[in-house]
């Protein structure tokens, strides 16, 4: 017996090939590690374009988080949206990273956006 009214009824689930074809489970555990290889390169690519060390440090950060986040979050939402608990079981990490992430991102992007000032650097001077 229901006491409430649902104002919007549960969607139905995807038919599974078409699911298979857009979000296959390699799909969803390779989103995490491309965010986190941005959240690398984008401090060395401003550093090397010559913006400041805060826009290195507020991109690599929010990429870094975001990574993270994906991996420890989105990507469990999106397994279990799509191929049920079998894919939750197939994507969940066994060490969460997103306080880490969120406590020491900011960290990352320093080393990074140094390599691409002295990458300009050298650019410059040959």
Do not use: E
Not at 2 to 17: A, H, K, Q, T
Not at 102 to 125: D, M, N, Q, S, T
């Amino acid at each position: 017996v229901s006491v409430g009214v649902r104002l919007f009824p549960p969607s139905p689930p995807l038919p599974m090939p078409l699911s298979l074809i857009f979000m296959p489970l390699p799909v969803i555990q390779a989103l995490a590690p491309a965010l986190l290889v941005l959240a690398v390169m984008v401090p060395a690519l401003t550093g090397f374009l010559g913006k400041r060390l805060r826009v290195s440090i507020a991109l690599g950060w929010g990429l870094l988080v975001l990574g993270y986040l994906f991996q420890d979050v989105f990507s469990l939402m999106f397994a279990n949206h799509v191929h049920g608990r079998a894919g939750i079981s197939a994507v969940a990490v066994d060490q969460p990273g997103t306080a880490a992430a969120l406590f020491c991102g900011w960290f990352y992007p320093l080393p990074f956006h140094g390599l691409g000032v002295l990458i300009a650097k050298l650019a410059k001077r040959r």
